[in-house]
């Protein structure tokens, strides 16, 4: 990928591309999951003035480009978004050159995001290559005046079977661009697949590795000014009175002005300082002197919030479903249960924090910067500056991490803002210190249970009340709304509604209770998932222990109607060797959550260590439906596996007084290569539609770690995060 001082322009791109002739150029929709792509072939003056909706370009040299909606964060597009459409093209992987979009309307929705990419893609990225390749094909048997039937495509060329004849892609564009775009072309049978579902490298990982690739970071444009902005000690603050004297007396300090950071439901100050370097303006901002004037929210306090989710908890809540009569099966049941399980806030932590460069001229401005979302970054710009959206333009390098935090996009407007007032492209950078203070954050969340099961150990109640933050509610992004008094936000009820959990209880209800908050909030990998299924598949191993059943065997007979759940459960039982008695000090924990379109569950040894236990071993089964590159499976499960541990056993984010209590790595640590265990991953064999898998596998990680706690002490975490090593305070 070009920086921004060669990014691709007009002419060089044409240039480059060889685009002296004909070409051929398809656009097509990215629909929803399931809905057909709408495919049309784009013409010549359109192209030329590459003011079109291309993600498909051939030239007359051979050269396949391929526009991608969906920025690169770690997560592998950049391997499987050309590899959907190498595959049907019948070229190899490196034949296709990526180009990212920027953000205008043209492009359709550009999120990374949901791990969604490659299960909105796979249909319509393949049906863009198969019709490619079915107009070259037609345009070779034209040429040689034969059956189509008696050509193939193979290696960027179409051969004809008998003769052997051979003509080149670059060779049949001119012809091929005049053909019509088959409607229907024909998908290769996922037997004859060459690339989809092999293990492959990924394009993207060289240059990461020698420094080369560019991310915002990296970006430079001329006239280009840095800013580092001193915050309030408080989430929320005014500034009162500023003495900048001592930091516009650095060398290299240009500017020095109060910055607006606007977020989804509230805006806030700070003070930025602006230099010729950022060396200087970090400089700067530690030569400042600001007096702050705490805001309304500054009382902020996470004890305060638990408290009160505690008290919420007994109120009714807002239906999602009911099935049956829960309270009738609890007045039933022989023995009644009922547990409440928390989880904190929780920081990000990408290791590339927040920065965005931006120059804003008069009626338009341009933006250079790591977003997961180039069209809603554009939007928000629009809409801060009071101008068309089609005057942002959004260029998008690779992401250092993400997690959902640069869907956010309080930096970039931060950044709009001090270009707007220096009158110059500027580039700001959020220290490590400021992603861990300022959020936005992931919900703290608590899930109230009550189950009841009968005289045969059979589930006869069940109740999931969710109560917690509303993002949807907070934010209103991607189409997000107010909730109305007494509705349920069913974002909160990922991994545990009937779709994604399809456990087998007569009666059975989900509910919700919002706790508003002004602490911000947003996605985090997984969403709510990671904390709803916390406390369901916790719950699920506490009637297992009073029902005196195997837990294993417990989910089994509550997914018996749902044999793709109970095939993955066989599996890992199999794999981990569920059945084989471990030696003493050692257990196990299992847990098993749907999200995102994909089915993933964790078996967890673990053994008594001192006062706590070690995590020995993590095997995992995912069930993803087709794999596009099993290598990137693998590797999105276990960083699923080891951010899902860090969540559970290392540092959430707390509050006091409007203040955040943790700063750096030192206070919100993460798990390190020696603490890791041994992580085994499985995948399924599947012929389903694709599924997510940038995020399946964390929801089940804790759980699985704290039933396996239970099954080695007895001791049942319902609060995380919790501390391993000293089990005293579970």
């Known amino acids: 990928m070009d920086n921004v001082e060669n990014t691709v322009s007009r002419r060089k791109f044409l240039k480059s591309a060889g685009l002296s002739g004909a070409f051929l150029a398809l656009g097509f929709s990215l629909p929803n999951v399931g809905n057909a792509a709408t495919l049309k072939k784009l013409a010549s003056p359109a192209v030329l003035d590459l003011e079109f909706s291309p993600f498909i370009l051939i030239d007359t040299a051979g050269k396949i480009t391929l526009f991608n909606a969906r920025p690169e964060m770690g997560q592998g597009t950049f391997q499987a978004m050309p590899a959907l459409l190498a595959e049907e093209l019948e070229v190899s992987l490196d034949q296709v050159s990526i180009l990212p979009t920027d953000g205008r309307k ?13 299960r909105t893609s796979w249909e319509p990225l393949r049906k863009a290559g198969a019709a490619v390749r079915e107009m070259l094909v037609k345009a070779a048997a034209q040429h040689w005046q034969v059956n189509e039937a008696d050509c193939y495509a193979e290696n960027a060329a179409v051969y004809h079977k008998s003769s052997g004849k051979k003509l080149t892609y670059a060779e049949l564009v001119e012809e091929a661009s005049k053909l019509e775009v088959p409607k229907e072309p024909k998908l290769k049978d996922p037997k004859d697949f060459k690339i989809l579902g092999k293990s492959a490298l990924r394009p993207d990982i060289p240059a990461k590795v020698d420094g080369s690739a560019q991310f915002g970071m990296d970006v430079k444009v001329p006239g280009m000014l840095y800013a580092s902005i001193e915050r309030a000690p408080f989430i929320f603050g005014k500034v009162t009175n500023l003495e900048d004297a001592n930091a516009k007396a650095i060398a290299g300090v ?27 303006a970090l400089k700067g901002r530690k030569a400042l002197k600001v007096s702050w004037e705490p805001e309304t929210a500054s009382e902020l306090s996470t004890t305060e919030y638990f408290n009160r989710l505690r008290q919420l908890s007994k109120n009714e809540g807002a239906e999602f479903l009911q099935k049956g009569n829960v309270n009738e099966g609890l007045t039933a049941a022989f023995k009644k249960i009922e547990a409440h399980y928390e989880t904190p806030f929780l920081a990000h932590a990408p290791m590339e ?32 500056l ?16 993400a997690f959902g935090r640069k869907a956010y996009f309080d930096y970039l407007l931060e950044a709009v803002n001090l270009s707007k007032q220096v009158k110059a492209p500027v580039k700001l950078i959020w220290t490590r210190e400021d992603d861990t203070i300022q959020g936005p954050f992931r919900p703290g969340m608590l899930s109230a249970m009550r189950g009841g099961i009968d005289k045969n150990g059979q589930v006869i109640a069940f109740e999931h009340k969710v109560v917690g933050s509303s993002i949807v509610h907070q934010t209103q992004a991607f189409g997000g709304k107010k909730l109305k008094e007494n509705e349920a936000d069913e974002w909160t009820m990922e991994s545990i509604n009937p779709t994604d959990s399809p ?13 508003e908050t002004e602490i911000p909030i947003v996605w985090w990998r997984s969403v709510y998932s990671s904390t709803s299924a916390f406390g369901q598949e916790s719950f699920v191993d506490e009637l297992a222990h009073a029902a005196g059943k195997d837990p294993l065997t417990f989910r089994l007979n509550l997914l018996n109607e749902s044999p793709r759940f109970a095939n993955v459960l066989k599996l890992l039982g199999e794999k981990a060797k569920w059945n084989e008695k471990l030696p003493a000090g050692k257990a196990r924990g299992i847990a098993i959550a749907r999200s995102f379109g994909s089915i993933c569950a964790h078996a967890v040894t673990v053994a008594k260590d001192k006062n706590g236990v070690k995590i020995e071993k993590v095997v995992s089964v995912i069930d993803c439906g087709q794999v596009v590159n099993p290598n990137t499976v693998k590797a999105q499960t276990e960083g699923n596996v080891i951010m899902g541990l860090t969540a559970a056993i290392k540092d959430g984010i707390t509050l006091e007084n409007g203040r955040v209590q943790q700063s750096n790595f030192h ?26 898998v940038g995020e399946p596998g964390l929801p089940p990680v804790a759980p699985a770690l704290c039933n396996a706690v239970f099954a080695l002490t007895g001791k049942r975490v319902r609060k995380l995060p919790f501390d391993l090593t000293n089990l005293s305070k579970v």
């Not at 043209?106 to 969604?116: H, I, P, R």
């Not at 910055?259 to 060396?279: C, L, N």
């Not at 085994?680 to 599924?691: D, F, L, N, Y």
């Open 254 to 280: 240009k500017h020095v002005v109060v910055s607006e950071r606007k977020m989804p439901h509230r805006s806030t100050q700070g003070v930025a300082v602006i230099a010729d370097t950022y060396f200087a």
């Open 353 to 384: 924090p927040e920065n965005a460069t931006a120059h804003v001229t008069e009626g338009a401005c341009e933006i250079w910067a790591p977003v997961q979302a180039p069209d809603l970054a554009a939007a928000q710009v629009a809409e801060y």
């Open 667 to 692: 206070q919100y640590r993460v798990m390190r290569i020696n603490e890791t265990p041994v992580i085994e991953v499985h995948i399924m064999p599947s012929t389903e539609a694709p599924g997510g």
């Open 106 to 118: 043209k492009y359709g929705f550009q999120l990374s995001g949901g791990s969604s990419s490659v």
């Open 386 to 401: 009071n101008i068309s959206p089609e005057n942002v333009k959004v260029h998008v390098p690779f992401l250092g991490g």
């Open 503 to 515: 456990y087998k209880f007569t009666n059975a209800g989900y509910r919700f209770v919002l706790a």
